[in-house]
């Protein structure tokens, strides 16, 4: 979930700042519009040297810190740890802006931790009742922790707030969808489609959507209007790939498929199905990917390993496409 910019918190405060401080908050600005976060992080640390008790700078980090390239895992989670002490510090320099506490749930939000994102985010909403975007947040939270109804309720209360924002209904259609509701999931991005028509975004989860419901032309006809509205967007070719192998086309599907890991070099899943598509016609290729989807996502490297193993006899391979090769009609 996108989080609120800090821009407005810092001009509230300039209006106060003088010389250098007011300066270096613009640079810090000016250098995360740029998307040079780390710069941004170096200006905001100086103000805080120079000024302990400046809560807008800690909040400003930590959302520069939050939005720092990270090598890998550990490092990803170095950052965000920099950013919740950053948000806590600034929390404990003024518990007035809901802004920060907002900010801090949508970090949570992305730790997994939803029981402390929706504390937060209900600080926020009793600081500032109708704030969209803590509503569109704690509305998040609440779906992924389990409560859909009262999920639905906040996605409700932030569409009166706003209704027109492509967000709530991207967010709102990605519950649902999560939940099983797919016919609804299905109107929210058709809402979407008419706030941004040209955004492929909606056109592809529609299509996930009509794929669990059986609408598979309807399903393919928005994976391809995602693809001509962004030709290197790789999900719609990814998705359009598993409908048609999933429908026996199988050349076709894996056409789709080499076009998704063109365009997602380091998307995992993309080897794996190319893998699965080459079981029986390829198993030495079909290894093959299976070893880059390994080496792109080690989490995973256990179920990579296994279907490995399952290439090496005629059986296995069998498996490993039964396992792919589902009846359509029987996912709705």
Known sequence: MKKICFVVMAAVLLAACTGSEASLFRKAQMAADKGDFEKAVRYYSTIIRNNPENYAAYASRGLAYERLQAEDAEELQKNRAFAEQDYLRAIELNYRRPEIFNNLGALYIDQGRYTDAILNLNQALQLRPTYFMALLNRAVAKSKSGDMGGALLDFDRAEQVNPRSPLLYLNRGLAQFAAGYY?????????????????????????????????????????????????NYAMPYFY??????????????????EQAKLLAPTYAPAYEMLGDMLALESPIEATQHYLAARRLDPARALRYQGKIRLMTTEEGRKRVVAGRFFDLENQR
């Open 240 to 257: 359009a790939g598993e409908l048609l192998f999933n429908k026996g086309e199988t050349d076709e599907a894996i056409s789709y498929a």
């Open 183 to 231: 016919a609804s999931a299905a109107e929210d991005y058709s809402q979407m489609m008419e706030l941004e028509e040209q955004n492929p975004r909606p056109y592809l989860e529609r299509g996930r959507a009509f794929m669990k419901m059986g609408y598979y032309q309807n399903a393919m006809d928005d994976f391809q209007k995602a693809m001509a509205l962004n030709p």
